[in-house]
């Protein structure tokens, strides 16, 4: 397959004033040229929008690190010119963390030229829509489920609790120990939800303040292990009902980077708490996750779960994010 290099590239541009205000516009005037260096050239198909999206679009301080920038943490595509050897022209692609986005120009443009250190062939049958209906999200929930595992558990060990279960990386998530078996209690702030996280395979839905009410450091024990969405007081309830020798994989600060609890969970009940970090990820752990998503993961979570928005509503989907009201995940095409 050969494509032609195109010359037009469409983009959302963030600058900043020197008061700091943060504007957003869509450019349809950028040319292939005005890209930042880089290996490879990716006609970008689709990209995800994820909480930190919505915190760039929005200007709020904290996630972009240089202006203009191009926001989107993540993109899948196809190659349209490399110099390195490793990928050619046609070939399907993905690419999370990284720092795009925040550091490096991202997903929200018909077109990114990226280091190929960064790029991951995309998993044979998983369209650029698919990849990115998991995107971010799907990949932090995998490396989550991944530790967990590391760490022993096993669906015969118990319940596993998933916090921010009606969120991008909550709702894969949810799916995704489901089809492997676990009993998944789904902790959400938005009780209208319950039907569409049972239909993901939740076995229980409980609110979020069930957890984040929780005070003492220790209470009875309940979860073999949780994916933590959220962090804060939720993160701290989490930890305070996990089975002896349990484990959190936490991997989410929506609810503050503050951790209200003691060293007792850990001291007398050897719980671990693990952290995910999905944008410094070895290349081999990075593509087994891949392919483990792309077998693992119910196909039913690309069609009812996600919805596909244009490039032009980002801003309106930002504000929607932040108020915490979309559900699963919205892919993004330029």
């Known amino acids: 397959m ?8 469409r983009a959302l541009m963030l600058t900043q004033a020197e008061d700091k205000t ?3 516009t869509l450019r349809d005037d950028l040319t292939v040229q005005d890209l930042p260096d880089g290996d490879v050239l990716v006609q970008v198909e689709a990209s995800s929008l994820n909480y930190k999206d919505g915190l760039a679009v929005l200007g709020r301080p904290g996630v972009v690190r240089r202006y203009p920038m191009v926001p989107g943490i993540d993109l899948a595509g196809t190659v349209v010119e490399s110099s390195d050897a490793r990928y050619a022209p046609g070939d399907p692609v993905l690419l999370t963390g990284w720092g ?6 991202g997903g929200y443009a018909t077109h990114a030229r990226v280091q190929a250190d960064w790029l991951t062939c995309r998993p044979e049958g998983l369209s650029a829509q698919d990849a990115m209906a998991i995107g971010t999200a799907g990949f932090t929930a995998m490396m989550s489920v991944m530790a967990l595992e590391d760490h ?6 118990g319940e596993v609790v998933v916090t921010g279960a009606s969120g991008g990386v909550g709702s894969v998530a949810v799916a995704l120990l489901s089809a492997l078996g676990y009993r998944v209690v789904a902790s959400t702030g938005r009780p209208q939800e319950a039907g569409y996280l049972q239909g993901l395979g939740a076995a229980q839905i409980i609110g979020r303040e069930e957890l984040s009410s929780l005070k003492r450091p220790l209470e009875k024990e309940r979860f073999a292990g949780a994916v933590d969405a959220v962090g804060g007081e939720t993160l701290a309830g989490v930890l305070s009902c996990l089975k002896r020798g349990g484990a959190a994989a936490a991997c989410g600060l929506a609810g503050g980077s503050g951790l209200p609890t003691t060293v ?3 001291i007398l ?5 693990l952290g995910i970090d999905s944008v410094m990820c070895p290349p081999e752990r990075r593509e087994r996750a891949w392919q483990r998503l792309s077998r693992e993961l119910p196909g039913t979570l690309y069609s009812e779960g996600v919805t596909v928005q244009p490039l032009a509503e980002v801003q309106r989907l930002a504000e929607q994010i932040l108020a915490g009201q979309i559900r699963g995940r919205t892919v993004i095409v330029p």
Request: glycine letters at 10%; a negative charge.
């Open 152 to 157: 022993g558990l096993t669906p015969e060990q």
């Open 100 to 105: 795009i986005g925040e550091q490096f120009w």
């Open 269 to 273: 009940r050897g719980v671990a708490l």
């Open 264 to 266: 007792l969970p850990f």
């Open 22 to 24: 943060v504007t957003a």
């Open 2 to 9: 050969t494509l032609s290099s195109p010359q037009q590239v």
